[in-house]
């Protein structure tokens, strides 16, 4: 993975690192999700607690409830959560440092702080927090509910779409940039053209991809062309074009030309008819990509990379092979950030970026 590149890249193509701030789409709120919103509620007082979880459920919303802010702390990290609802006074300490916690980790997932206490630097302090809203005691259904929603509205967002050959193809070339979809609220889809057979177990590789689906709260498909023997023909083209008609696609990684593995190849041309009427078109590496691959785009994903890593993982079947070696990924993308700046960076090839 490291040795592939062409000397410098910067030597032919302009260098452009992208950060979240200038991310090849425009950002967005978390997206509404079929299966409701998840809410994180932080309740020491039981009575209460039971009222507000009847509220969430009734207005189809999923809680998991906690008592304390050492069990929050725990908690808040995880992106399984859409919201949190948390009280300021708990037994063991502050509402406010969940909240802190919860924003510094995912700044766009709304939080809001309810409180018996009328204090006006209490308000400060939790607006300094980044916090979303300030709730006073006693909470009434309606207006808990009401602004709650209103800071789970979804806004206009982009939709990604990630095709790999193979299961574990887009987790190895696009992790990171994926995570950063998913944190600022965009719809992901990952095509899988092919079951992984000569690889594995193709029911195991199946549920291998989609734990890692899960974890970027992405669709998965998953194709049924034949493992290392894909055509760039119509029935690659069609899968690839359902895929952008499903997800609606305005943005679409996809296996780069200059590569060892006839899949890859394959894929990488029928994608290019297939998205023909799609915006942005980036092409990402794979371990068997050649010395050809020549990327002049460069993602920091240097607080991502353990997300990235926690992805891969999720391929376990797949765990001996020496290009998914943890010491190698996190080298790659060491490797390709010198042309960034000197940060962890994935690389890609445009096709087309309209964004």
């Known amino acids: 993975m490291q040795g592939s590149g062409s000397g410098s890249p910067a030597d032919d193509h302009p260098t452009l690192i992208l950060s979240e701030s200038q991310f090849p789409v425009k950002l967005g709120l978390p997206s509404v999700y079929p299966s409701g919103h998840r809410v994180l509620l932080v309740e020491d007082d039981m009575d209460q607690a039971a009222i507000v979880t009847r509220w969430l459920e009734r207005s189809g919303k999923s809680v998991t409830l906690v008592s304390s802010r050492h069990a929050a702390l725990e908690q808040v990290g995880s992106p399984d959560y859409d919201a949190v609802l948390c009280d300021l006074e708990l037994p063991d300490g502050s ?3 969940v909240a802190k916690r919860s924003k510094s980790q995912w700044p766009r997932r709304p939080c809001i702080i309810v ?3 009328g204090d006006l630097g209490l308000a400060v302090e939790a607006l300094r927090s980044k916090v979303d809203e300030f709730l006073p005691k006693p909470l009434t259904q309606r207006k808990l509910l009401s602004r709650l929603d209103d800071l789970l509205k979804p806004v206009e967002t982009e939709s990604i779409l990630a095709i790999g050959a193979h299961p574990d193809d887009v987790e190895i070339g696009i992790g990171g940039i994926l995570e950063r979809h998913r944190r600022a609220g ?9 079951g992984g057979g000569s690889g594995g177990t193709a029911l195991r590789r199946a549920d291998e991809a989609q734990a890692a689906a899960r974890r970027l709260r992405a669709v998965l498909q998953m194709g049924e062309l034949p493992d290392t023997a894909v055509s760039d023909g119509h029935e ?5 074009e359902k895929a952008i008609r499903d997800s609606k696609a305005t943005t679409v990684y996809t296996h780069s030309l200059h590569d060892m593995h006839q899949d890859h190849r394959a894929v990488h041309r029928a994608t290019l008819v297939a998205a023909r009427g799609v915006p942005n078109v980036f092409c990402y590496q794979a371990p ?3 010395t050809d691959f020549n ?5 920091d994903i240097g607080d991502l990379v353990e997300a990235k890593m926690d992805l891969i993982r999720c391929h376990e079947s797949q765990a001996e092979r020496p290009y998914l070696a943890d010491d190698l990924v996190r080298s ?3 490797y390709w950030g010198r042309f960034a700046g000197y940060v962890h960076a994935e690389p890609l090839e445009v096709i087309r970026s309209k964004g």
């Open 95 to 97: 509402g406010l440092d």
């Open 115 to 117: 409180t018996a206490k």
């Open 186 to 194: 965009h719809q992901i889809t990952i095509l899988t053209c092919t």
């Open 236 to 240: 690659t083209i069609a899968l690839i």
């Open 288 to 290: 068997s990509t050649t």
């Open 295 to 299: 990327p002049s785009h460069f993602v």
């Open 332 to 334: 790659t993308a060491r």
